[in-house]
């Protein structure tokens, strides 16, 4: 397995407010646009992403995280997944995280993590031609079950009395949760941020703070593009 101090890796943290990200299999239910918009009444955002996985929840209280390796893909998918693993139990030493299919859970996978069976994150990966992003979305703060109505009720209109041609998550609200709700802390997404980057340079990442140069505010914007369209491509 590689580690980071064996490749050049870069860490990048971002929040959403109040939006659902639906993969491109959701976008095929039956009753889609009806399940967008009830999504859309209840002051939500509706994008449509381009990595793998089904729809997620995301808000003030979720701080997503890429760990995003330049250049030729020299390593496996699994090895990927492993790599945000252990930055994130590297951030939660006193946590007892595993990783598994959390059954019920929105946009389950093999490398959810949970706690004591209630997930808190999961992970995804996309890989092209100059490189790899893995990435998770980290439920720190506010309510699992919450994030994991809307879900619920965006599949339970989306799909209705269709029968779809993939097996999408009867969703259990009850297995969703944040790391606050599960452990009794207080952490807010600015302290889980640092916890990250102190995390990061233990695993011998040497962090800089950056901005994007002109050309890469360039090609930004040209993928930005790309994305918008794509998106409305798919709810068409």
């Known amino acids: 397995m590689h580690t980071f101090r064996e490749k050049k890796c870069i860490l990048f943290v971002f929040v959403h407010n109040q939006t659902v990200v639906l993969g491109t299999q959701d976008t095929r239910l039956a009753h889609i646009h009806e399940a967008v918009a009830f999504l859309e009444k209840q002051n939500n955002r509706v994008i449509v992403r381009n990595s793998g996985g089904l729809a997620v929840y995301l808000d003030e209280g979720v701080l997503n995280i890429s760990l995003i390796f330049p250049g030729k893909a020299d390593f496996s998918i699994d090895d990927g997944y492993e790599q945000m693993v252990t930055l994130i139990r590297t951030m939660f030493p006193e946590l007892l995280i595993e990783t598994g299919e959390v059954i019920g859970s929105y946009c389950p996978g093999s490398y959810d993590l949970s706690i004591n069976g209630r997930k808190i ?67 807010s997404v600015q302290d889980v941020v640092e916890l990250a980057k102190e995390a990061s340079q233990h695993l011998g990442m040497n962090l800089e703070e950056s901005t994007l140069s002109p050309e890469e505010e360039l090609l930004f914007e040209s993928q930005l593009e790309r994305v918008i369209d794509r998106h409305n491509r798919c709810l068409r």
Do not use: W
Request: net charge positive; charged share 20%.
């Open 121 to 187: 994150a999961g992970i995804s990966q996309r890989r092209i031609r100059g490189g790899i992003a893995v990435q998770i979305y980290l439920c720190v703060s506010g309510s699992g079950p919450m994030r994991a109505n809307y879900i619920k009720k965006m599949y339970d209109l989306a799909v209705q009395e269709s029968e779809p041609n993939f097996d999408y998550p009867r969703i259990q609200p009850e297995v969703m949760a944040s790391i606050n709700e599960l452990t009794g802390s207080h952490y």
